[in-house]
């Protein structure tokens, strides 16, 4: 089981429709993330859906890429890093979606390790307070 998790509990305004098909929409992830993101790999049956792929480039060049290992239409989306990401390893993203027609809410979480000993915090900073504020943003702005 991983060491680290952040974790993001965040309500919305707008309905659960909506939220999840912005936050399963891989080029909208930007507001959520400081990183330039676009799909590589289209999903089986969705663009976005499992098997797509996603390559995030992080400031300072360093990129990753994402895969999406299951998902449920505004339910659940769980991704995995399967391409770069050093030092995070054994990373496993989960958005739990619920709501109504009229407000929605969001439970994030991300599991992983550190391949640095004792550096987890820091990357759990590092992970957690854009995303944070990004959903906030989110929340504020609509979508």
Do not use: C
Not at 99 to 114: M, V
Request: hydrophobic share 40%; proline share 5%.
């Amino acid at each position: 089981m991983p060491a680290h998790r952040v974790e993001v509990v965040q309500n919305f305004p707008f309905s659960v429709d909506k939220l999840y098909a912005y936050l399963s929409d891989h080029e909208k992830l930007g507001i959520i993330l400081p990183a330039k993101i676009r799909r590589i790999k289209d999903g089986q049956g969705s663009v976005n859906g499992v098997g797509s792929v996603r390559k995030l480039t992080l400031p300072g060049g360093v990129s990753l890429e994402e895969t999406v290992t299951k998902a449920e239409t505004n339910r659940l989306v769980e991704y995995t890093i399967t391409r770069g990401g050093f030092p995070v390893k054994n990373h496993l993203g989960i958005m739990r979606f619920s709501g109504d027609a009229k407000s929605s809410h969001l439970h994030y979480t991300i599991d992983f390790d550190s391949a640095l000993p004792g550096s987890g915090w820091l990357l759990k900073l590092a992970l957690g307070s854009p995303i944070k504020a990004g959903l906030k943003k989110l929340a504020k702005q609509g979508v």
